[in-house]
């Protein structure tokens, strides 16, 4: 379950609507209905506020998922790493047909790799 979804079950198993929590919470009721429409990635502050009030340790939850997510993403690279070695022992003798290969690799290891989001924290 996405975790704006999961925010979303809490508040109305509580009986909140989205403008309760967002007073409840001091967030804006405009975030709390980005988050919940999956429209913006939660900030350690909201998930830690919102979790407060539904009684839940949100934060737990999003690192989680970015595990489940992690790992998916390892199985991926692995298998496409292996892919590309064993096409690069095949290739060895016709390299210049082959050339490829190595620039492929680079791709799910360094342009495949998500990035998550980070809100920009403001220095006064």
Do not use: C
């Amino acid at each position: 379950m996405r975790l704006g979804t999961k925010i979303k079950e809490l508040r109305t198993k509580q009986g909140l609507t989205q403008i309760e929590l967002a007073e409840k919470t001091g967030l804006t009721e405009r975030t709390i209905q980005r988050i919940e429409n999956h429209e913006v990635e939660p900030s350690k502050h909201s998930l830690k506020k919102m979790g407060e009030v539904l009684d839940h340790n949100l934060n737990e939850l999003k690192s989680k998922d970015m595990t489940k997510k992690q790992k998916a993403l390892n199985i991926f690279l692995v298998g496409i790493s292996i892919l590309i070695v064993v096409e690069f022992l095949i290739g060895w003798l016709t390299w210049e047909q082959h050339w490829w290969v190595l620039i492929s690799w680079f791709f799910p290891l360094f342009g495949g790799v998500s990035i998550p989001y980070f809100k920009k924290s403001k220095k006064n």
